[in-house]
C-alpha cells in the first residue's frame, strides 16, 4: 500500500501529536527526554510492523517533499541557533534564504 505526500505529512504530524501526548502520559519519556517524534514514531513503527506480520501488507511512504522539508528543518535550527543576536541573523539569514528559494524553485520546475 502506498502513501501519497499530503497523506504522508499528515501521517507525520499526527505521529507527532501522539508522542507529546505519550511523553505528557508516561513520566520515564519526560524524565529521560525522550523527544516526542521519537516516541510516536517508534508506536506507529510497531503498529506498522504488526500490520504487515498479519496482513501482509506493506505501507510505502511517498518521500517527494522530503528534501524541502529537510531544507525547512535545517534552515530554522540555524536561525534559532543565533536568534539571540539579531545583527547576525540578518547577515546570515540572507544566504540560508537565497539558497532556500533556489532549491524550492529547482524542486518546482519539471
Given amino acids: 500500500m502506498r502513501v501519497e505526500t499530503f497523506l504522508t505529512v499528515t501521517l507525520g504530524i499526527l505521529v ?4 507529546k501526548r505519550l511523553n505528557d502520559a508516561i513520566p520515564f519519556l519526560r524524565e529521560f527526554s525522550i523527544p516526542e517524534p521519537v516516541t510516536g514514531g517508534l508506536l506507529f513503527s510497531v503498529l506498522f510492523g504488526i500490520v504487515y506480520a498479519a496482513s501482509g501488507v506493506a505501507v510505502e511512504f511517498n518521500l517527494a517533499v522530503r528534501d ?7 534552515t530554522t535550527i540555524g536561525i534559532n541557533a543565533s536568534a539571540l543576536d539579531t545583527r547576525i541573523v540578518s547577515i546570515r539569514s540572507q544566504p540560508i534564504i537565497r539558497c532556500q528559494m533556489t532549491l524550492t524553485h529547482q524542486r518546482a520546475a519539471p
Fill in 16 to 19: 507527532l501529536f501522539v508522542g
Fill in 68 to 74: 524541502v522539508l529537510l531544507v525547512y528543518f535545517f
